[in-house]
């Protein structure tokens, strides 16, 4: 996995999240399987990196009220939505996913925010014909990435980042409604092997 080109493993932090930063993963196992429906299942967790930028002056007026005079309380940044995307040989592709997957890095409450609660993510996308390998950092693989592509509190000044930690990531992949035709058969029995032609083979003995 990898934050931008920095290599990161699991239980590491995505680092400081911003808009258009990326993460990106690979999985030779099933991101080669053309026309597979990849399932991809995750736990997250979610943590707060707090500002270390002292709270912005009062800003003194004739007229004050208690609003003026409170300390201001920093918001929180977090991701809000991602796309997903994968390498087709010549740039980055849209990668058609279920509805879930812009949600993956998304914080839904703000009691979320806990080294002690861990939240399940998963999505499925169709593994694309196209995809080609790319290196990334030291690795060239078969990487699909998400892209931060919406942030609450984008542009505030004093805030706090919540920042996503992939606590655990697995990959699975099935061919659905996929047949194929067998043109030949290869049969071994008894130390001895005999390719048969299947449109042929009418009531021949196998061996």
């Known amino acids: 996995m990898y934050f931008d080109t920095k290599a990161i493993a699991v239980n590491d ?8 930063a990326i993460f990106t993963i690979a999985c030779e196992e099933a991101f080669t399987k053309a026309g ?13 990196v707090k500002t270390d930028l002292e709270m912005p002056g009062k800003i003194y ?30 740039g980055w592709a849209h990668l058609k996913c279920s ?6 890095f998304r914080v839904k409450k703000e009691n979320m925010v806990s080294e002690d609660n861990v939240f ?12 080609q390998p790319i ?3 030291s690795k060239e693989a078969h990487f699909i990435r998400a892209k931060i592509s ?5 542009y505030d000044y004093y805030a706090n980042y919540i920042s996503p930690f992939v606590k655990d990531i ?10 194929h035709n067998v043109k030949k058969l290869s049969v071994l029995s008894d130390m001895q092997e005999k390719e048969i032609e299947i449109a042929n083979m009418g009531m021949t003995s196998l061996m």
């Not at 007026?61 to 939505?81: C, G, Q, R, W, Y």
């Not at 399940?120 to 995809?131: A, G, L, N, S, V």
């Not at 919406?150 to 984008?154: E, P």
Request: net charge negative.
């Open 13 to 20: 932090a995505a680092n400081i999240p911003m808009a258009i």
């Open 36 to 48: 597979a429906t990849v399932e991809v299942n995750a736990d997250l967790q979610f943590a707060k």
């Open 61 to 90: 007026k004739h007229i004050m009220t208690d609003v003026d005079f409170a300390d201001l309380k920093p918001d929180n940044i977090k991701i809000e939505s991602v796309i997903w995307e994968y390498w087709n040989g010549e």
């Open 99 to 104: 509805e879930e997957a812009k949600d993956f």
């Open 120 to 131: 399940h993510r998963t999505f499925k996308f169709e593994c694309p014909k196209d995809i």
């Open 135 to 137: 290196g990334i950092g």
């Open 150 to 154: 919406k942030m609450n509190n984008q």
């Open 170 to 179: 697995k990959f699975d992949y099935k061919f659905e409604n996929l047949t």
